[in-house]
């Protein structure tokens, strides 16, 4: 039964002058179904939301009947029809997930993220909220696929991912293979799942089942999300993909047909706010996955044929170590010695340079690299370009850089590396075992040379390119 407008003690949550006389007049507030007509003559139906406590005075907020929210300016509302009243809970409550013996068991892993996220209408921002066994309540369509046991390992933004949190998970993920299970999935913030994905690689190697990390772009309270779809293809991953290995599972291209599975240490966020945002960088995703796209009725069409494939006979080798003082410099004109200096003085243990061209930084910083060298700082070089490899052995800079010390790592991408280095300093501080480390690729950070397909631009407006986004991006 609704409420009387008098009784509702928060029907003008966060709402300020002038929003809040108007809505006072119209007798409409928070949580109010209404029919909002502008002088412009267009009509929003749908219910008035909390205002963010930080948000403008000037517009009352609508979560549409389809979904989108939209603030509409105050003083253009000529006319206000209330048609009901519903708070609205934004929680979904959890569920016990159903067992079935003939299905596959997964482990999902919770960690926070957008995944696992809803929209705090007091604040305007996206929280996590989601608990990994509500993830079930909101795509019932899971038990469908495998029998699904829920951990709650964190409940953080992927920045605020760390060391203390790479190696917990690492040591958790152990204990899941130790158990038996047959694939576990992560779920994970975007911003920095690649790196999560790198250092697992190196903490976790030989994983007798898949290792998916997963995440989405806009949150599960969004009709856009691509969570449902991103988690179904990552659960289906971890229980049936031949792949064993840390892989990330996101939208392929914008439209819901199929997720691709990156390897996690050649992976890299491209862009902030597309869906289809996660790129293989210097080779090609190892997978597609879809629920019903390929003919065949599979469920994969492996791309990438090199990987390590699953046997549940085999043993992980779990290596949880990781030295913080390391960072990761990228290069540019100007760039004063001091810098380098400083780290030196801070204790920094290694570097990763991200320099020009073909591994390339200015002459001034010589004598610093020296110096950090002689104190026994690493310093190895990716190529800020991200395709193509460092080869310093080309131009006097380069050669110069490698007199000094520096070590260069081919085509690894600068994250990677920083994850690796990291990794390597955990465990030893002898100068030959580090470049040793370095330089010998574990899982596939290097590789011997880039396919012809593995580096792709697309520069919009050229006939070409016009003509074939025109035929296949639909």
Not at 2 to 19: I, T
Not at 64 to 91: F, M, P, Q, S, W
Not at 118 to 144: H, K, M, Q, S, W
Not at 312 to 332: D, G, L, M, N
Request: charged share 20%; with cysteine; net charge neutral.
């Amino acid at each position: 039964m609704s409420l009387p407008f008098e009784e509702r003690a928060d029907r003008f949550q966060g709402y300020r002058e002038p929003a809040r006389s108007v809505m006072e007049r119209l007798r409409i507030g928070v949580w109010s179904e209404v029919e909002l007509v502008n002088d412009s003559g267009s009509v929003f139906t749908g219910v008035i939301l909390p205002r963010s406590e930080t948000a403008d005075p000037l517009h009352v907020v609508v979560k549409l009947i389809n979904g989108y929210n939209v603030g509409v300016h105050a003083d253009r509302i000529v006319k206000a029809t209330e048609t009901g009243y519903k708070k609205a809970v934004y929680k979904i409550p959890e569920k016990d997930f159903p067992r079935d013996p003939l299905k596959k068991n997964v482990t999902l892993l919770g960690t926070g993220g957008t995944i696992a996220s809803r929209l705090d209408y007091r604040t305007g921002a996206v929280i996590p909220a989601f608990t990994p066994g509500e993830l079930y309540g909101a795509v019932p369509e899971l038990a469908d696929i495998a029998n699904l046991t829920t951990k709650k390992l964190f409940g953080v933004f992927s920045e605020n991912m760390g060391p203390e949190q790479y190696k917990a998970l690492a040591i958790a993920i152990g204990e899941e293979i130790e158990r038996g299970t047959d694939g576990i999935v992560v779920g994970h913030g975007t911003d920095t799942m690649s790196h999560t994905g790198a250092i697992l690689s190196f903490m976790v190697q030989q994983s007798p089942v898949p290792i998916v990390l997963v995440g989405s772009q806009r949150s599960s309270d969004r009709p856009s999300s691509d969570a449902a779809l991103n988690l179904m293809n990552a659960v289906r991953t971890a229980a049936e993909c031949d792949i064993a290995e840390v892989m990330l599972c996101m939208f392929g291209p914008t439209s819901d047909k199929y997720d691709l599975l990156h390897r996690g240490t050649r992976c890299r966020k491209m862009h902030s706010s597309y869906r289809s945002t996660f790129r293989t960088v210097g080779a090609t995703p190892l997978a597609m996955v879809s629920r019903d796209l390929f003919p065949d009725g599979s469920h994969f069409q492996y791309i990438n044929q090199d990987f390590l494939r699953r046997d549940k006979a085999r043993k992980p080798v779990i290596t949880p170590v990781f030295e913080e003082k390391v960072t990761i410099q990228y290069y540019y004109p100007n760039f004063q010695p001091d810098i380098i200096d400083g780290l030196s003085d801070m204790g920094y243990r290694g570097l990763v340079m991200a320099g020009t061209g073909l591994g390339h930084v200015n002459k001034p910083i010589y004598p610093a690299l020296k110096r950090a060298v002689a104190r026994g700082m690493t310093i190895v070089m990716c190529v800020q370009t991200l395709w193509g490899y460092a080869q310093m052995y080309v131009y006097d800079t380069g050669r110069d850089l490698l007199d000094i010390g520096l070590v260069p790592l081919d085509n690894m991408l600068p994250e990677t590396a920083y994850m690796k280095l990291a990794w390597v300093l955990g465990q030893t501080d002898d100068p030959a075992r580090i470049r040793q480390m370095m330089t010998t690729s574990i899982n596939h950070e290097i590789t011997p040379r880039e396919p012809h397909n593995g580096y792709l631009i697309l520069q919009g407006g050229l006939p070409e390119v016009e003509a074939f986004v025109n035929k296949h991006w639909k």
